[in-house]
């Protein structure tokens, strides 16, 4: 690290501006509305953001908003959690794995194009599960065919958040067949207004409708929008993968941490502030939501210095996925049956509302989405633990 | 600061890995004395180290990890009480202990008060009282070291299911106080005993970070070498997930540790004392998880004697009963959160 930045001043900035610039009322504003008052919350307070240069603290330095210290970092997101502000979940995918990825692996010329447009307000989304692929992404069977200066899209992918406002998306794709799965996969920067493109937003059980379906259907993709070689697709994906495991996170845990006194606060209403049991278990989640937060910025300070090791993105997703999961789980015991009652949902929602049956089931987005527990159990075990693979060759009936 | 810590947690592990797991003290401490390991969080001017807490817990940790006795942390918890005092023959005394000459022991958990004259009360889970010249005494208005041979002072050891550690009863009836040298009084008192609690829980904490560690370490290495089906158990993935998770909780507790430890350097009494109950709490849980676990992953020959497993498992349900109790570890943690919003 540089010189020692002026803590003190910087939170001060950050506090103060947030002071003026939080909309107020919002949570109440996105509960039980429409799609448009959510996007119009979400494009003002972006802007208000970008402008002020908070809404890219984690860009490395030379960036717009970029180059912060990790004590920096989090300084911005305590004070953003802390002031009960938005997130900025329509732009989560552009801010963080777009940026990632072309961070890591686009063309000076896809940086130089495409970052001044996210800062501007572009709206993306990712491309990769396909019905029948999920966690086994690689088996994905979207094709890519080029033909001339193009590639030609033709498939369908589910599962992306946002993917009805999205102006761009990172696409996974198949150019090639003949080699194991992973090698034919290519990278992409698909125009989501490009004709051929359908997008069918997916109802949840939460009420909204975060994610959606898209269908290409001879959807054309300027070569120049290749992220990487052919086939080299697998490798950029493993770049956004690991952007959303590990950078995402200190936000979100720092949000977490300021969701424990939600939580205190429900137990006071519900009037159980005096059962033990209850008490021990949020005493004892708070350590584990510590616990998280320390995780999650030593994992920054990792990709700071570049020592991460294999695996160290799966620990700190694996940690906090479970620990939300226990998080929300108390909030709703506390809330008991009053809980149930449904008041509806809150669109675009942080995972800490304090509306427990919704952020309990919000709370298998971590569990789920950007590689499931189950897979990042496989990840660590393999590549932190050495502990080998599974044979591959699957036969029924025969065994291994 | 990390690195030092590394540092001097890879010294110790040096020293210890020549000797066997759960090695006897008489063959450690001599080592210990030598290389400085009680002086560790002492400040310069009395001839310490000056490393601080996170020293302590970067050698603890390694303790842990090789089941080491539980001498070692009464021994820095009476260095510590005696840098606080005021007595004029402290910076001798603290280098008597240091050179291993005059060893004092303390309980591992808080002592309890009785009525009666003078000093009484009963100290449980004191290591190596056989040794000890002195016990450390922490009484709410009162630190003070009393000579074991005292009048009124009664010592029995107490086998418990943990063979690593070797731990003794000292009840203390009427015992005269000018027996003793006083350390403090009074708020001094008070102010000093939350201290040592911080210190031993820290310290708890670190021996069972390393501890679940080295233990969840060698499951997996045993996973991989036994064969059952025709393959490694490594292979299979509903053994391969519960190792998983609990890697992933004890990078949690150690990054707990690491993090509280260098917050609590730069946070008043109040903050650091709960920043050591958190770190404890998690880290004396994940212990018993993982100890608990791994029992099962190893099968059979985890219920034999000759095999190490066990071993672990005692000292990790040992410790959860050492330092401020979970119970109270975690009404310390939530209690400020609901006072905030009461």
Request: hydrophobic content about 45%.
């Amino acid at each position: 690290m540089s010189a020692a930045p002026d803590t003190a001043t910087l939170r001060a900035e950050v506090r103060d501006w947030l002071a003026h610039h939080v909309p107020r009322g919002w949570r109440e504003a996105m509960t039980n509305t429409g799609q448009d008052a959510f996007v119009e919350l979400q494009k003002n307070w972006f802007t208000a953001l970008s402008a002020a240069g908070y809404a890219t603290p984690h860009w490395p330095e030379g960036w717009p908003g970029g180059g912060r210290s990790l004590t920096e970092q989090k300084i911005i997101y305590e004070e953003v959690a802390r002031a009960d502000a938005p997130r900025l979940i329509l732009y989560f995918v552009a801010l963080y794995h777009a940026a990632c990825t072309l961070q890591e692996c686009g063309s000076p010329e896809q940086q130089a194009r495409f970052l001044p447009a996210i800062l501007d307000g572009q709206i993306w989304c990712q491309g990769f599960s396909e019905p029948n692929a999920g966690s086994d992404l690689a088996s994905l069977r979207t094709s890519a065919k080029r033909r001339g200066d193009v590639y030609v899209i033709n498939g369908q992918k589910t599962w992306s958040t946002m993917a009805q406002y999205a102006d761009r998306c990172l696409l996974l794709a198949r150019s090639d067949n003949s080699g194991v799965p992973q090698a034919g996969l290519t990278y992409l920067l698909l125009d989501m207004r490009a004709q051929g493109v359908t997008v069918r937003p997916i109802h949840q059980i939460t009420g909204d409708d975060e994610f959606a379906e898209i269908f290409f259907d001879d959807v054309e993709v300027p070569v120049t929008d290749r992220v990487g070689e052919e086939g080299a697709g697998w490798a950029v994906a493993q770049a956004t993968l690991a952007s959303e495991r590990g950078l995402t996170l200190v936000e979100l845990c720092q949000r977490m941490r300021r969701g424990l006194p939600l939580l205190a606060a429900q137990m006071h209403a519900s009037g159980c502030a005096h059962d033990s049991g209850l008490r021990r278990r949020l005493g004892a989640l708070s350590a584990q939501v510590d616990a998280a937060c320390a995780l999650a910025d030593r994992y920054l300070l990792k990709r700071i210095s570049h020592t991460e090791a294999p695996g160290d993105a799966s620990v700190v997703k694996l940690y906090y996925a479970r620990t939300l999961r226990e998080f929300t789980r108390l909030g709703r015991d506390v809330a008991g049956l009053g809980g149930q009652y449904h008041g509806g949902f809150m669109r675009g929602a942080p995972q800490e509302t304090g509306n427990w049956p919704l952020d309990f089931m919000n709370s298998y987005n971590w569990s789920i989405a950007g590689g499931s527990n189950e897979i990042q159990r496989n990840i660590l075990a393999e590549r932190m633990l050495g502990m080998p693979r599974e044979p591959k060759d699957w036969r029924l009936g025969g065994g291994g | 600061m990390l690195d030092l810590l590394t540092e001097l947690e890879d010294s110790a592990d040096q020293v210890l890995r020549g000797m066997a797991l759960a090695p006897a003290d008489a063959k450690l401490w001599p080592q210990a004395c030598e290389l400085g390991w009680l002086l560790v969080t002492a400040p310069e001017e009395l001839g310490g180290l000056d490393l601080g807490l996170a020293g302590a817990c970067a050698l603890q940790l390694a303790l842990g990890r090789y089941l080491a006795g539980a001498s070692y942390l009464p021994a820095l918890l009476a260095a510590e009480a005696l840098c606080a005092s005021t007595l004029p023959d402290r910076q001798e005394r603290l280098a008597r202990l240091a050179a291993g000459e005059d060893y004092i022991t303390c309980p591992l958990v808080d002592w309890r008060p009785a009525a009666g004259h003078g000093l009484s009360g009963m100290a449980m889970a004191v290591p190596a009282a056989d040794r000890a010249g002195q016990l450390l005494v922490v009484a709410p208005d009162l630190v003070a070291l009393v000579p074991l041979a005292a009048a009124g002072v009664t010592v029995t050891r107490r086998a418990t299911w943990d063979s690593t550690r070797d731990l003794f009863e000292v009840v203390l009836d009427g015992v005269d106080t000018n027996m003793c040298s006083v350390l403090a009084r009074g708020a001094q008192a008070q102010a000093l005993a939350q201290r040592l609690a911080v210190v031993r829980d820290f310290g708890l904490a670190a021996d069972a970070v390393g501890g679940a560690d080295a233990l969840l370490a060698m499951t997996v290495d045993y996973l991989q070498t036994r064969r059952q089906f025709g393959r490694p158990l490594a292979m299979f993935q509903a053994l391969k997930h519960r190792c998983a998770d609990l890697k992933a909780d004890v990078e949690a507790a150690r990054a707990l540790l690491l993090d509280n430890l260098q917050r609590a350097a730069a946070a008043d009494d109040a903050a650091t004392a709960l920043l050591a109950k958190g770190a404890r709490h998690l880290a004396c849980a994940v212990y018993l998880q993982v100890a608990e676990e791994s029992l099962q992953l190893h099968g059979g020959i985890g219920m034999t004697a000759e095999h190490p497993c066990h071993l672990f498992l005692k000292r990790a349900m040992l410790g959860e009963h050492l330092g401020t109790a979970p119970g109270a570890c975690a009404e310390a943690l939530a209690a400020p959160l609901l006072a905030a919003q009461g």
